[in-house]
């Protein structure tokens, strides 16, 4: 009588997370991709320092596997996992402000939505000691006075809870902006000259008002008229009776010179020479 033997049955190993190679370049920071790496390692049952530094190898490239190979598989036999990480966090960790700083530094800019301005501050809020309600309002701060004035009205005590009512205000802001009607822009109105000539206008010209001061009715622009000058010279006589007088005076005196007897032999400078000119 044969007696058969059970066959065993292995137990399914787990399946392996899949994780980005760490390049030393990623927008991910060490510190988070090592917490990624960690649950690998703790979803494969790996908790000897020496497989874990070994299974580190197989998920670095680029820069990060470089440094490996310089300081940390040297001193692979020995190298705890603490000290593997630390060397990690010192040679690619960024040297940032304070994340409470940072948040404060957050405001919600013209290219932002209420989710992305909501998600890149709680990156740095929840890296920060802070209660949900402080939280809720360092994230008020960050908005325009339109947002705050609408939200210090309302009791926000999470910050799940100030998201859903800060969604909901942009909301009703959006809409309010699409149905209110737009002023069309108005093309400038051109300026136009205040002297005109045929030549600029298609109108014909009036007309001319100083043709018509001198008697005459002539039809052509002002900045054209022959008659310009004589016109300032009647206007200025006119507003200068002065004027008109010594201009009487000089024609007398051509007159009087003109009429003389050509046979008169006295010079003209001998009519003055009986009298007596004081000079001032």
Known sequence: MSTGSTP????????EPKLELYSGTNEITINDWLTLFEVILATLNINV???????LMSYLTGDALSFYARSIAPELST????????????RFGSCEVSPLVAANQRRLNRQDTIKSYFDAK??????TSLTPQHIADSLTEGLPMTYRDLLLATEITTPEQWLRISRRIETNMTATNTSRPSTPNRPPTPKTSRTLNATTSSRSPPQCQICQRL????????SECPNKI???RQYYDNRNPNNRRNDSRNNHR?????????????????HYSDTEVILP
């Open 122 to 127: 709680m990156a740095l809020l929840e890296r």
């Open 79 to 90: 190298i705890t996992w603490a000290d593997c990480r630390q060397r990690l966090i010192t």
């Open 8 to 15: 065993v049955i292995p137990a399914s190993q787990p399946r």
């Open 230 to 232: 004589q016109n300032y």
């Open 215 to 222: 008697g005459r009715q002539e039809y052509h622009w002002h």
């Open 49 to 55: 320092d020496r497989d874990r530094a070994t299974k």
């Open 254 to 270: 051509d007159n009087t010179h003109t009429d003389r007897n050509p046979n008169d032999t006295h010079n003209a400078d001998d």
